[in-house]
Nanobody
Framework: QVRLVESGGGLVQAGGSLRLSCVSS??????????MSWYRQAPGKQRDLVAA???????NYADSVQGRFTISRDNAKNTVFLQMNSLKPEDTAVYYC??????????WGQGTQVTVSS
């Protein structure tokens, strides 16, 4: 059974930092996974891509977080991270970890709440 478990969310003041972690289990992490990504969903809004890391080593970011957020992977620990700096109130959302296999299957974590106060 595939499982993704996020952690690291919380309440932080604007300008602060948080580091999210997503540990995966039940899959051969580096062999089957095409990409690991972070998405977020604010109340009443759709779920949007924040950052992605492909198996080829490429990364891409939403324009709104470019230069502030960094996605990284530790394949040995089946973990993907999202370092979030210079947080803004508009970054407030539930953040979800996503793993996509080469066959196109998506797996999701349960989400972790990030709240940025002004």
């Amino acid at each position: 059974q595939v499982r993704l478990v996020e952690s690291g969310g919380g309440l932080v003041q604007a300008g602060g930092s948080l580091r999210l972690s997503c540990v995966s289990s039940g899959i051969i992490f580096s062999f089957r996974i095409k990409s690991m990504s972070w998405y977020r969903q604010a109340p009443g809004k759709q779920r949007d891509l924040v950052a992605a890391s492909t198996s080829g080593g490429n990364t891409n970011y939403a324009d709104s977080v470019q230069g502030r957020f960094t996605i990284s992977r530790d394949n040995a620990k089946n973990t993907v991270f999202l370092q979030m700096n210079s947080l803004k109130p508009e970054d407030t959302a539930v953040y979800y970890c996503n793993a996509q296999t080469h066959s196109g299957t998506d797996y999701w974590g349960q989400g972790t709440q990030v709240t940025v106060s002004s």
